[in-house]
């Protein structure tokens, strides 16, 4: 086998994904109305944003805990993770493996489960970029923690039903 067969193989055509699924663009992405409501436990809150400003001025990030009901989702509770982004800490963010488990495991020990994401926007911006809908979970939440250059900070969750259909929550 010479080195292009070998390549060919391993490398899914451009418009596939790793997996072979369908990679969309961001301009197809479809905002939909979200049917229920996603409520934040305020000493929630103010632990991201006080997480996102203490690492200024790159991305902080971590998992959020709650609960899906009939009504919607309910964040209780908020990991920080360290973010192991060694090549622009400043402008991605991630969450190691050792966090995953461990953040799952404390979950579970509190009888709540895993909801969604969240990590900070340095700058203020509050959109989710193509990158953060290509990292989404389809029925869970993301939530930006958007920082400006003077300090003030704004939550946004967006409610995540598959990477092209999102919307932000009430």
Known sequence: MVPSELSEKRCPPPDQGRYGHEVRTPTAMQPFIPDDTTT???AVGQK?????????????????FGQKTTKGVEILGAEICANPTTAAPCQSCAISPTNWI???????ESGLEVVGVWHS?????AELSAKDLARAWPEHVQMI???????????????IRSRDRYAEAP
């Open 40 to 42: 934040i436990d305020e």
């Open 48 to 64: 991201v944003v006080e997480a996102a400003r203490a690492q200024l001025p790159c991305e902080a990030c971590g998992l959020l």
């Open 121 to 125: 926007h340095p700058g203020g911006t």
């Open 102 to 108: 461990d953040s799952w495991r404390m979950a579970e």
């Open 145 to 159: 923690a958007a920082i400006e250059s003077n300090g003030a900070a704004s939550l946004h969750v967006f409610r």
